[in-house]
Nanobody, 119 residues
Framework: QVQLVESEGGLVQAGGSLRLSCAAS????????MGWFRQAPGKERQFVSA????????SYSDSVKGRFTMSRDYTKNTVYLQMNSLKPEDTAIYYC????????????WGQGTQVTVSS
């Protein structure tokens, strides 16, 4: 079992920045990749970014590429999502999740945290 706890989100003006964190506990040694997803009201949950825990390589959705940066602190079992140049369309509940192996689904999820970007 893995437990994921996200930091509080917040309200920020368009163009502003916000950093989210996600701390993993439990069987963290078995985590292969951690990801961030988001879900806006009335929309499906979408992929935002991911990082392979062991090597730190990252991937991003086109909608956030160049504005968001995902990183990890291996020793603290924590990942971060630095969000810059925020837009109102970034408003959503952000979820942290993890995969326990290559090709496996994201089986473990955090509780989600609200990010609201005002125009």
């Amino acid at each position: 079992q893995v437990q994921l706890v996200e930091s509080e989100g917040g309200l920020v003006q368009a163009g502003g920045s916000l950093r989210l964190s996600c701390a993993a506990s439990g069987r963290t040694f078995s985590i292969y990749r951690m990801g961030w997803f988001r879900q806006a009201p009335g929309k499906e949950r979408q992929f935002v970014s991911a990082i392979i825990r062991s090597v730190g390589s990252t991937s991003y959705s086109d909608s956030v590429k160049g504005r968001f940066t995902m990183s990890r602190d291996y020793t603290k079992n924590t990942v971060y999502l630095q969000m810059n140049s925020l837009k109102p369309e970034d408003t959503a509940i952000y979820y942290c999740a993890c995969q326990l192996g290559v090709g496996m689904p994201y089986d473990y999820w955090g509780q989600g945290t609200q990010v609201t970007v005002s125009s």
